[in-house]
């Protein structure tokens, strides 16, 4: 798509190398990319020493990406008054927003994730009169601090109405305005919150560009006879990710008589960390779990092309998780949980296969399933690697980005 070269003010919390998970990445493609098309790209991100000095660069935003403690993991310690400043209007971050407003005169703000940094970025676009676009990747919108609060901890029901009524109206009176959803599922979850569907649309992410020149090169992983079948699952270590099904399912598997190596790539919380470390001592796991830690997207690519599978045990609604798409490009057969917008990404039993989320005796079948048939498992890998070419390239992701900041600048400001 060629349009005209737009200044733009890109808007999100957490901008690489701060990386908790894709969204990070995703905002980071989308920036570099709309760049290679010529548009002037500005970035406001959340405060942090390492993105000090990066060109184009203004790390102002609340809250401090180098404190020790997570931000989510924050809002759930603090009091109301600062789930109020993290969640629904923040001061500090309308003044900084208003001053890189002022400073750059941007043609448009596009907005990736404001939770935690409020809407103060909207309120402070409103006030001046700068159109604005949202890409939506998770359920932000909806506001985790209501959505994930739990039972035990909100006290009396009726103040909890009252923080989701509040939430609702404030996000109303300021308007959301237009936005781009990464899947169906993400918007259909929206609308049900009561969002417009009219100022939503759905442009699924798109390859990051070096996974996009090895979806080009890629092959199903070969496996000679005699071979382990080796399986990686690529997931942030906490308990939504479900990496514990994933060693369940290991275990029950090699119970069933699979040979196999299972390698976890990712990191997470010292508790969650400990009770994988358990899971992996059973007899039937000795020896045959792989730790990796956190890893550079050079390394997931590397891991990726030795994999004869690859698990995506997910327990929540993924909206459409770029792990997913970086299986299909590099040649494992793809395992994963039927949740959020996974289905949208890949069809069950023609480019990988779909099992209930959280059951782990179903996982382990597909596991033994794949041992057992080694056409099935390739053919299953080559038809994802087809399927993510010719649907999830960069480009097609670019052109639905750039159409919808375009769109948002012609319908103006709110």
Request: hydrophobic share 50%.
């Amino acid at each position: 798509m060629s349009a005209a070269s737009l200044r733009i003010l890109a808007v999100t919390l957490r901008y690489p190398p701060y990386v908790a998970g894709g969204y990070e990445l995703l905002t980071r493609d989308a920036v570099e990319g709309l760049r290679a098309r010529g548009h002037d790209v500005h970035v406001l991100a959340g405060r942090g020493r390492r993105l000090e000095g990066v060109e184009q660069v203004a790390a102002v935003l609340e809250p401090d990406l180098d404190d020790a403690l997570d931000p989510f993991e924050r809002s759930f310690r603090t009091g109301n008054f600062g789930r109020f400043g993290l969640h629904v209007f923040s001061l500090a971050n309308y003044r900084a927003t208003a001053r890189a407003l002022r400073e750059l005169e941007p043609d448009v703000l596009v907005f990736f994730n404001l939770g935690l940094v409020s809407l103060a970025p909207l309120v402070a676009a409103r006030i001046a009169r700068v159109p604005t676009l949202g890409y939506l990747a998770d359920l932000w919108p909806k506001n985790h601090w209501l959505a994930t609060w739990k039972p035990e901890e909100r006290g009396k029901d009726l103040r909890y109405a009252a923080l989701a009524r509040m939430w609702r109206g404030f996000r109303a009176l300021v308007g959301l305005g237009p936005m781009l959803a990464v899947s169906r599922y993400l918007a259909n979850e929206l609308e049900a919150d009561g969002i417009d569907s009219h100022d939503l649309s759905v442009v699924h992410l798109g390859l990051p560009p070096e996974m996009q020149r090895a979806a080009e090169a890629g092959a199903p992983v070969a496996r000679a006879p005699g071979d382990v079948l080796r399986v990686l699952c690529t997931s942030m270590h906490w308990e939504g990710k479900g990496v514990h099904v994933a060693l369940q399912a290991a275990a029950g598997a090699r119970r069933a008589g699979v040979e196999l190596e299972l390698s976890l790539a990712g990191d997470g919380p010292a508790d969650y960390a400990a009770r994988l470390r358990e899971l992996a001592a059973v007899p039937e796991l000795e020896g045959r779990v792989r730790f990796l830690g956190r890893l550079t997207r050079g390394q997931v690519a590397a891991e990726l092309a030795r994999a004869h599978v690859l698990l995506f045990p997910s327990l929540w609604g993924e909206p459409f998780a770029i792990a997913v798409l970086e299986a299909m490009a590099h040649g494992p057969c793809l395992v994963a949980t039927a949740e959020g917008g996974t289905p949208e990404a890949l069809e069950d039993g023609v480019s990988g296969l779909l099992v209930p989320a959280g059951d782990a005796e179903a996982m382990a079948a597909a596991l033994v399933r794949l041992d057992g048939d080694e056409d099935l498992r390739r053919a299953l890998a080559a038809a994802a690697g087809e399927r993510v070419r010719e649907r999830f390239g960069i480009e097609p992701f670019l052109d639905g980005v750039e159409a919808g900041i375009m769109r948002a600048r012609a319908l103006g400001p709110r």
